[in-house]
């Protein structure tokens, strides 16, 4: 099973470590598209500021950012497993999961990037700024640049598995499962059901959402499932309390499940 997730815009810094090494990270078919981000980057991030905030969509309070991406070849850098804080990440918990789990886990996940394309969560990178929206001179759309690359790179690693995608709207654009292998990919969402002056009525949640998703992939990985098919991934969420709905869909086309919850 591969899990992709999305990156959160919260990161921690270590104040010691190694830097960046980018030919030790996983998926070395990524290196070179790696390497002129990284590159585009730097150089976007030292220059003009205002122009680099308008790029990178940074608030003023947040152009403290430009610098973290200026270091970004001499920074010390930390496991993506690490270096992620967001909701999700929080949810998942990666640091307190037992050795089996924390072993299914470094097999398992893939975090995307704007920057690095995707990473296996024992990867180590510095900090930075540069979300899946942006359009990075001269690379130009992220989305556009990472789907050649991830293409050829991530059928590979998916094998004849299934495929768990968790990614929001902005990285599910850098690379879209086709074919039979899209056939094999379950997408998530998730619902908040509540009964309103006696009627039952759901809604998307977007906060909610992303801590649900962290709690059902710490699950999995806990109970060491190992579905091999988006139908068998329906019975082991429900075989680990999930209230799940799906509908097998035409040939070629994702399977959409719906996780309901009644709390928040």
Known sequence: MLVLLPPSEGKAASESGAPLALDTLSLPGLSAARERAVAALIAVSTGDPDTAAAVLGLTPGLRGELARNAVLR???????G????????DA???ATLDAAAQARAEESLLVFSGLWGALRISDRVPPYRCSGGVKLPPLGALGGYWRGPLGEVL?????????LDLRSTAYAALWRPT?????RTATVRVLHERVVGGVSKRSVVSHFNKATKGR???DLLEDGAQPGSPAELV???RELKYTVEAAEPAPGKPWALDVVVSEL
């Open 74 to 80: 001499t920074a010390p850098a930390l496991p993506a």
């Open 82 to 89: 690490e270096l992620y804080t967001g909701v999700l990440y």
């Open 92 to 94: 998942l918990g990666l």
């Open 155 to 163: 059928p590979v690693a998916a094998g004849d598995g299934l495929v």
């Open 179 to 183: 074919g039979e292998l899209a056939s």
């Open 216 to 218: 059902l992939v710490r």
């Open 235 to 237: 019975e082991a969420l």
